[in-house]
C-alpha cells in the first residue's frame, strides 16, 4: 500500500505562484508514474499533469506553459511548480500514482492518491 501525503497548497494572488510537493512512502517510488489532478466544486476531476518513471511528462491544455511536473526519486517526491496562476486555477489538487509507471491521463487509471491540498487564487 502506498501513501501519498501532499503539501504546499494555500492562497494566492493571481499572477502567483506554489509549488505542491506530494511525498509517497511504501513501495518503489522510482517504479510509479505519478500524476497530478485537481477538483473544483461542482465539477469533475481534470487531468493537471504526469510525469512517467523515466521521467516523460505530459500536461492538460490549461496549465501548458504554466506549470511544470517533475520528480526526485532519491526523496520520494513528485513536484508540482504552478506559475502565473489564475482564479480558475482554484481547486483541490491531488497527486496520483500508477504501478504501471506511465504518465497516465485518465483518473481511473491510478492505483493509489493522495488526500488533497487545497490551491485557492484571488483576483
Known amino acids: 500500500q502506498v501513501q501519498l501525503d501532499e503539501s504546499g497548497g494555500g492562497l494566492v494572488q493571481a499572477g502567483g505562484s506554489l509549488r505542491l510537493s506530494c511525498a509517497a512512502s511504501r513501495g518503489t517510488f522510482s517504479n510509479y508514474g505519478l500524476g497530478w489532478f485537481r477538483q473544483a466544486p461542482g465539477k469533475e476531476r481534470e487531468f493537471v499533469a504526469a510525469?512517467?518513471?523515466?521521467?516523460?511528462?505530459r500536461y492538460g491544455d490549461s496549465v501548458k506553459g504554466r506549470f511544470t511536473i517533475s520528480r526526485d526519486n532519491a526523496k520520494s517526491t513528485v513536484y508540482l511548480q504552478m506559475n502565473s496562476l489564475k482564479p480558475e486555477d482554484t481547486a483541490v489538487y491531488y497527486c496520483a500514482a500508477i504501478l504501471l509507471g506511465i504518465a497516465a491521463m485518465n483518473p481511473r487509471t491510478y492505483d493509489y492518491w493522495g488526500q488533497g491540498t487545497q490551491v485557492t487564487v484571488s483576483s
Open positions: 510525469i512517467s518513471r523515466n521521467a516523460a511528462t
